[in-house]
């Protein structure tokens, strides 16, 4: 009995962490999104939801497989975590999408943190081939307070991103 329900935990766990990253998958976010939103109205608590999206991913995998790609990922998990403090959570929607739960934070704090986070990512760099190559990303903010519901902020910090990865597209071909 004590091995079946050992089992049943561990497939809980993988079901809601991502593989090859070793954070929490979309599922396993919005559970902890729905956790964190419940904790904050109960005990009026402040937080920030950041959904950072990685830019040019795509053509790196393109051209140099999906093996750097998954290099390239792998260090901005790294570069995210270093950022951030152990209560709050990473995780990786899909893709090369990433979100963060971070606790305690004022919007603008959570600005700050966010451009802070596309910073730490734009400073990476990769050699493939003999090639230097970078990746970079853009990152959306939606405030948590006592009004909030899980779906609602992750399309607020979602259209936040967009927002802002059009401005920096903008500003790359200025």
């Known amino acids: 009995m004590a091995q079946t329900q050992a089992q049943i935990e561990e497939l809980q766990a993988s079901a809601d962490t991502d593989f090859l990253l070793g954070i929490p998958n979309r599922r396993g976010f919005e559970r902890e999104l729905h956790r964190a939103i419940a904790y904050i109205k109960r005990y009026r608590a402040s937080g920030a939801l950041v959904v ?3 830019d040019r991913l795509k053509p790196i995998n393109d051209a ?11 260090a901005i998990v790294a570069a995210l975590l270093a950022q951030v403090r152990a209560s709050d ?3 990786r ?3 090369d999408e990433f979100a963060l739960l971070l606790w305690n934070l004022s919007e603008t704090d959570a600005r ?6 596309e910073e730490a990512i734009d400073r990476l760099t990769f050699v493939f081939d003999g090639r230097t190559i970078t990746a970079g990303a853009s990152a959306g903010v939606s405030v948590l307070d006592t009004h ?4 609602r902020a992750l399309e607020a ?18």
């Open 52 to 54: 950072l999206d990685v």
């Open 64 to 74: 140099f497989g999906h093996a750097a790609g998954d290099q390239v990922l792998k």
């Open 89 to 91: 959570v990473v995780g």
């Open 93 to 95: 929607l899909g893709g």
């Open 112 to 117: 700050v943190k966010a451009a802070a986070l």
């Open 148 to 151: 909030s519901e899980a779906g």
């Open 157 to 174: 910090a979602d259209s936040a991103m967009y927002v802002r990865k059009a401005l920096r597209r903008h500003e790359a071909n200025s």
